[in-house]
């Protein structure tokens, strides 16, 4: 075999990429989304495309930021971040589907570009809640922290085990943006029970919040640990490969 490849091999080997993993899906609001989802991407009309779907999904999270950010001045805000919340679902969950459905799916594209815009959004969205006055901006940004790391090791798992599992055990995307919803609307009709911790002034988000960094670490390291034993028991430690695999 010649050292260089040309690149339509290349592009042979990229196409059996990440972006062709099977995906396991397993979160509570799942079978909601699987019978709603379909039925709400055949009403879109033709001219709406998966690229729209997710501008509109990219569009509400920065607006979302912006009215945490905003909502010191007046708790309206808070209601209107509450229903961006659905046109974010609509925007980031339809991409895909319309996809599928129309039968003009980039796996490649749609993978790269999806997961690349939530980057994003998780930043707005989080940087909007720590310049509110709900949330310190310290630990806002601890779980943007954490939620980068979850999605990391979900990458690696769909490039090294060719799974897609977005999401920790039953919750995903659309369960977080429910619990927000809820949040917010606390919030909005001034249900915040705030403490103080060694003179540090904590409300409901911010503990909340912590608990959830807490939990992110667990489900990280225990989710870990399982993809390292699987690997582990498929590829034995010490064992000598055979020579002629690696000149092939």
Avoid at 160 to 165: E, G, K, L, P
Avoid at 171 to 190: K, W
Wanted: hydrophobic share 50%.
């Amino acid at each position: 075999m010649t050292a260089e490849r040309s690149e339509q091999e290349r592009d042979s080997i990229r196409a059996s990429g990440p972006a062709e993993a099977a995906r396991e899906l397993h979160h509570v609001l799942r079978p909601f989304e699987a019978y709603a989802l379909p039925r709400l991407a055949k009403a879109l009309p033709s001219w709406v495309l998966p690229d729209h779907m997710t501008a509109l999904g990219v569009i509400s999270a920065f607006s979302i930021g912006a009215c945490y950010a905003l909502s010191g001045r007046s708790t309206m805000y808070l209601w209107l971040a509450n229903a961006l919340w659905v046109v974010n679902w609509v925007g980031d969950s339809l991409d895909g589907t319309l996809a599928r459905v129309r039968r003009i799916e980039r796996p490649r594209y749609g993978f790269y570009l999806d997961h690349l815009t939530d980057m994003f959004s998780a930043a707005a969205v989080c940087v909007g809640l720590g310049f509110s006055p709900y949330l310190q901006m310290p630990v806002a940004l601890t779980i943007l922290i954490g939620f980068y790391l979850l999605s990391i090791n979900v990458y690696l798992e769909t490039y090294v085990m060719r799974v897609f599992a977005f999401g920790y055990g039953l919750i995903g995307p659309t369960e977080l943006r429910v619990l927000l919803v809820i949040a917010g609307s606390l919030l909005a009709l001034g249900l915040e029970p705030t403490f103080r911790l060694k003179g540090v002034p904590l409300g409901m988000i911010d503990l909340g919040a912590l608990v959830g960094v807490a939990g992110m670490v667990f489900v990280l390291f225990r989710r870990a640990l399982t993809n390292l034993r699987h690997l582990a028991r498929l590829e034995p430690p010490n064992v000598v490969k055979d020579p002629k695999s690696d000149s092939e």
